[in-house]
């Protein structure tokens, strides 16, 4: 069966190479295909699934501006979207009477009374008011992040076409489509520009006067279009969920020809008989990340000056600005897992081969660059962090709102920022958090009388910190604790003591709130979380009930036991001593901690519940393992063991369905050295949860998953948690030979690797701040200590014990 596999793979590989239009061999980091996507199929603007075409667009962004290109040939659409656009507004929905059961509910918890701590739960500690709106926020304060519209162009003409290809590349964040359609060869090229602020596009003809076309702009609701000055504008105001009206967005459309005419007819711009025709779009909102107004740019301006400044430019000054802007980021990892030449097979072909080979590693390659150039495109220093789809967004009502979920989702996104070295697309994250302390500091004293600030498993752009509308999600009291974990890791790995003052008081405030929440365990005598949840997961209780609520989680004990150690990091980082720092450390002593099952696994709650879903999306409980350093092979090798149970016990019974949730099981089972379960795991992505354009699948579409395998991979080949450099700690057979470029480890230590037979050959560190590390690979250790800018090669044939 193997070997019929294969001889399939050989011939459908060799007809796609003589029958399409191939990529040209300036850069193997392409996706492409030799197929347009329909851009005359209609969105549903409310429904949950995602559109068939709108997966095949190809996606572009400069961190505040998103668009979709779908590359069609006689009608052509752009999908647009901007980072702040959302619906929604500051909402007061913290519960002053959750506060007064708190103490009950523990009461009933510890007696084993599941099912009435459960309902007093969710009488008195759920959200107040309109609520979260999960899922269906975009009428409600909570919001809705949502589509900015549509650039929409006729060519005037249904002519037959042939030669078509179409391609993003990587290495330049440009999307191409060229076809020939009556012998005239016709090329589009379009780029988002960080620096000039403007979405480019430039359409040109072989021959002379071929290009003619309309264009417009639209939205499903709150829209008007009009020609004004030269310009296309479409403009609006988005609801508040209030009966008002709170956001208000502009998107404005240039066109500069080369011969021919321009005209701007009522809300149509009109091309005629042009060489060569350049658009320049802008789009901006009022938002400003500032509570609590979260008002105050002047969007009109912005666009105008915008589109101002970039028509004094040309192509050629547009596209060098914005190539060395990003190549600037995207440049700096390299990573080649096919050592032989690369087969000419369209992307979307590609995957179909997959889940039938199980074996691509080009698409490996692609998935891995894909993520890191999704994180440059959707998070760039000053912009709004990605959310759930990242910054694209072809919806009113997105999926989930589109938000910021915080018990993995928002996390996973920023996983692979400072290990693919792109820390500075971290920041936005950082500025999200900052902004949530107010709010989370009123949520913390209305909700539970605590000191510090506290948010929930979602929040949104408007400031919203409050529990959910059911408890069996919305009391992830965790949700704080885990997001800030992410301080921390920054500083690791940048070295940057000012960023680390800057956020001190984040860490602080968040480590004052779980001081005041944690309460003794009257059997153990342990501090505990409670009433919480272990993330969207459930149990059968002693009592017979299905419960989610208990006290003392494995997962809500683990982030906190990473915030106290990344407070107490960072406290002896800055040369901070004093009562509290000293308390926190008292407090950590006294957490209970992770625990064995009498079946070997590492228990998910304080006690043995039975699970009702034993193959659950989440892995809440494995926190320790990954994204955290609690459990590691160094300190706590029968737990690791007890993880690995765990794992596999999930896999078993159907986990990881998901594409996030199998993306998180890559970077565990890499965490615990078992490089082909990770292999497998990121097959699943591959296989189950992959679009024809890259884009990953919950279902429906999310964007973590493709953050989450790019971080996957990158822990399969460099590890430095635990203060060890570990190198190819979970390589798979699959990749027997390869080489890595420019992966980064904590201490600010850069690496680069190849190896062959699966065994590392050599391996350069370079260290940015200097400093000390314990270097592994297999059971070869070495000390090693650099100076700023110094590097460091190993050479395995120099090392013994190999």
Not at 18 to 36: F, G, H, I, R
Not at 223 to 251: R, V
Not at 325 to 350: H, S
Not at 553 to 574: G, K, M, R
Request: glycine letters at 8%; hydrophobic letters at 35%.
């Amino acid at each position: 069966m193997t070997q019929l596999r294969s001889l399939i793979l050989f011939f459908a590989v060799a007809l796609f190479a003589a029958c399409s239009v191939q990529p040209e061999k300036a850069s193997d980091l392409k996706l492409w295909y030799n197929v347009p996507a329909d851009a005359t199929v209609k969105d549903d603007p409310n429904g949950w699934r995602d559109d068939r075409e709108w997966l095949k667009a190809l996606p572009l962004g400069n961190g505040s501006m998103g668009v979709m290109v779908f590359g069609d040939v006689n009608q052509e659409r752009i999908q647009l979207s901007e980072e702040s656009m959302w619906s929604g507004s500051v909402n007061d929905n913290d519960n002053p009477e959750a506060r007064e059961a708190q103490q009950e509910i523990r009461r009933l918890l510890f007696e084993g009374k599941y099912k009435e701590a459960t309902a007093l739960t969710n009488k008195t500690q759920i959200c107040k008011g309109a609520g979260s709106g999960h899922g269906n926020g975009a009428e409600v304060p909570f919001g809705c992040f949502q589509t900015l519209g549509d650039l929409r162009f006729d060519f005037g003409i249904n002519a037959a076409f042939e030669n078509y290809y179409r391609e993003l590349d990587l290495n330049d964040a440009v999307v191409r489509v060229k076809y020939t359609r009556e012998e005239v060869n016709f090329q589009r090229e379009i780029f988002t520009s960080y620096p000039d602020q403007v979405m480019v596009a430039r359409l040109t003809a072989d021959k002379p006067g071929q290009i003619s076309f309309s264009c417009t702009m639209d939205r499903p609701e709150h829209f008007k279009t009009y020609a004004e000055g030269g310009q296309l504008i479409m403009t609006g105001a988005l609801p508040d969920g209030k009966g008002g009206e709170n956001l208000h967005y502009m998107a404005r459309l240039k066109a500069i020809a080369k011969n021919g005419k321009i005209a701007y007819k009522d809300s149509q711009l009109v091309v005629k008989d042009a060489d060569e025709v350049i658009l320049l779009l802008a789009a901006s909102t009022d938002y400003v990340l500032s509570y609590p107004e979260y008002k105050g740019r002047d969007y009109a301006d912005v666009t105008a000056k915008s589109i101002e400044n970039a028509s004094k430019k040309s192509y050629k000054e547009l596209l060098k600005a914005h190539l060395s802007e990003y190549q600037n980021y995207f440049a700096r990892v390299d990573l080649d897992l096919t050592p032989a030449e690369i087969e000419p097979v369209p992307t979307d072909k590609r995957i179909e081969l997959f889940r039938e080979s199980n074996s691509d590693p080009h698409l490996v390659e692609l998935m891995f660059q894909y993520g890191r150039y999704l994180l440059i495109s959707s998070s760039r220093p000053g912009c709004l962090p990605a959310n759930l789809q990242g910054l694209w967004a072809n919806k009113i009502q997105t999926p989930w709102n589109g938000d910021y979920h915080t018990d993995v989702n928002v996390q996973m996104n920023y996983w692979p920022a400072e290990v693919t070295n792109l820390s500075e697309m971290h920041l936005p994250l950082f500025d999200l958090l900052e902004s949530l302390v107010k709010p989370g500091t009123k949520t913390a004293d209305v909700q539970y009388g605590n000191r510090g600030w506290v948010i929930h498993p979602i929040t949104n752009v408007w400031g919203y910190t409050a529990p959910g509308e059911a408890a069996s999600w919305g009391m992830h009291t965790g949700g704080s604790a885990w997001i800030s974990t992410h301080i921390a890791e920054h500083y690791r790995f940048t070295g940057d003591k000012e960023f680390l003052k800057r956020m001190y008081p984040v860490l602080k405030g968040a480590s004052e709130f779980y001081v005041d929440w944690l309460v003794s365990d009257p059997e153990t005598g342990k501090l505990v979380s409670g009433p919480a949840v272990s993330p969207e997961n459930t149990f059968i209780a002693p009592d017979g009930s299905r419960s989610q609520i208990s006290m003392g989680p494995a997962h809500d004990q683990q982030v906190i036991w990473q915030l106290f150690t990344d407070f107490i990091y960072a406290s002896e980082e800055l040369g901070m001593e004093n009562d509290f720092v000293r308390e926190v450390r008292e407090v950590r002593q006294e957490l209970a901690g992770p625990k064995v099952g009498s079946d070997g696994r590492l228990m998910e709650w304080a006690h043995e519940f039975p699970e009702v879903e034993p193959g659950h999306r989440h892995i809440s409980h494995l926190f320790a393992v990954h994204p955290g350093e609690q459990i590691n092979t160094w300190d706590t090798p029968e737990l690791v063991d007890a993880a690995k149970k765990s794992l596999d016990y999930r896999i078993a019974n159907g986990g990881g369905h998901t594409g996030w949730s199998a993306a998180w099981l890559i970077s565990q089972y890499a965490r615990v050295f078992e490089g082909d379960n990770a292999k497998n795991s990121l097959n699943t992505v591959l296989r189950k949860s992959t679009s024809p354009n890259l884009f990953g699948q919950h279902p429906p579409f999310q964007m973590d998953a493709n953050f989450g395998t790019t971080a996957g991979i990158a822990e399969m080949l460099l590890q430095s948690h635990a203060g060890v450099l570990h190198l190819l700690p979970a390589l798979p057979a699959e990749w027997p030979e390869g080489s890595v470029k420019g992966l980064k480890g904590r201490g600010g230590f850069v690496v680069d690797m190849n190896w062959k037979n699966s065994r590392l050959v050599s391996a350069k560190i370079y260290s940015e701040k200097g400093g000390k590390i314990r270097l592994l690979y297999n059971s070869d250790y070495s000390e090693l200590s650099l100076e700023p800018g110094e590097t460091n090669e190993y050479k395995v044939e120099l090392n013994s014990g190999m």
